[in-house]
């Protein structure tokens, strides 16, 4: 049996441990210097009665896949390709007790299942910018120092000719906002 990656005594020194404490009777605390460990290494061992390492094997083992749990869970996905292992399993707990979210994703990932479907590309379509296209935006100003009111910047773009119109207003309702665009349909060059 091999020892643990992290192991603080050899298979030799756990021995050598135990004969001295037993037989010549050696303080927990004149081992532990002696074998450059803490007491509490020393304590450990005289408990034990094997100088092997206990298997750090999990308690338990996986569960065993029958062919027909593996189907179910083949056959649920196709029926729901955007449920994932927790849905999955949740739903087929009822007919199978063993449905976890491990058992199902290991299912899932033998199948090649986990990856989402794959949807087409759309193509992109850049905005057109005509002769006369306009662009609105609407920004929020800070309040001037000691004024609770806020104020908005009405800003109107030419893109064709990138000539910006700007006003500032205390509110931005719909009635302000047309007769911003009004003004502004007088000013930019949209019919030149």
Known sequence: ????????????????????????KTSIRKLALLFHVSPKTIQYWMRREVALDKSSAPLHHFTVVTPEYRAAVIAY??????H??????????SQYPQANRGNVLRILQAERLTQKPSRPKRERHPIPV????????????PAVKGEKK????????????????????SN???????????????ELPLFT
Do not use: C, P, W
Request: proline letters at 0%.
């Open 1 to 24: 049996m091999q020892l643990h990656a992290n192991a603080k005594l050899t298979l030799v020194q756990r021995r050598e441990v135990r004969r001295l404490r037993l037989e010549e």
């Open 84 to 93: 994932g292992a927790v849905r999955i399993a949740n739903a087929l707990r």
């Open 150 to 169: 806020r104020e908005y910047k009405i800003t109107l773009i030419h893109l064709a000719t990138r000539v910006k119109f700007s006003e500032i207003h």
């Open 130 to 141: 005509g002769r006369h296209r306009i662009q609105m935006d609407v920004q929020t100003l």
């Open 77 to 82: 996905r196709g029926e729901h390709q955007s």
């Open 172 to 186: 931005r309702t719909s009635e302000t906002l047309v007769a911003v665009f009004q003004r502004a349909l007088v």
